[in-house]
């Protein structure tokens, strides 16, 4: 195995921790009622358009602008203060699977600052190899950016394995033809994983679902 791609919030980062929060002090700060907390967990992994249309529908583009931002400054201040948390064995995991010479990415559908941020405070900027996010490539949809990810790195899908909580993430997986592995621990609705070649339940199942010192295809 050569490479492994993964999701952030839900996959690696207790996104909820940092999220809910964040969104009552943005909503808070635009004088709007707050979304209740599963409404906001309902927007976790899609793209950042989708996440105001979804929670702002009759506001202009400019107080969504407005809400992206102040979402993003809250997010961070909140991180770099120490709230937040990695799944259980996230970093061990990531270190092993380094260790055995495995290339690390992330491919999510947030900002890049909002991704970095969290990979900085977590303490796993050593452990990858680039930040891909959908904020910095503006693309549409998961698979673009995985897509873009696997040119640019000159990876061979039959040896790469994306690993995400979401059906966007085992998509994009399919479509560009990687073995996928759902992460039951997230905010995955019933079923949503159902096309995943592989579900873990905590994250380091990861190195008894698949075979990372060589290739493993179903």
Known sequence: MDAMIFDVDGTLFQTEKVALPAFRQT???LRRPAPTDEQILNVFGMTIPEVWETLLPDASMDERDKANELLAQAEMELMQKGTGAL?????KTLHTLREAGVKLFTASNGEMRYVETVIETQGLTPLFDKLYCAGAYKTEKKEE???LLLDEQHLNEKNTVMVGDRKSDITA???????????????????????????ITSFDQLLTKVNYSQIARK
């Open 145 to 147: 950016l995985v897509a």
């Open 173 to 199: 997986g399919k479509k560009n033809f990687l073995l996928t592995v759902g992460c039951d621990f997230g905010f995955a609705n019933e079923h949503e994983l159902d096309d995943a070649d592989e579900i």
């Open 27 to 29: 909503f808070e700060k």
């Open 87 to 91: 799944y259980p064995a996230v970093k």
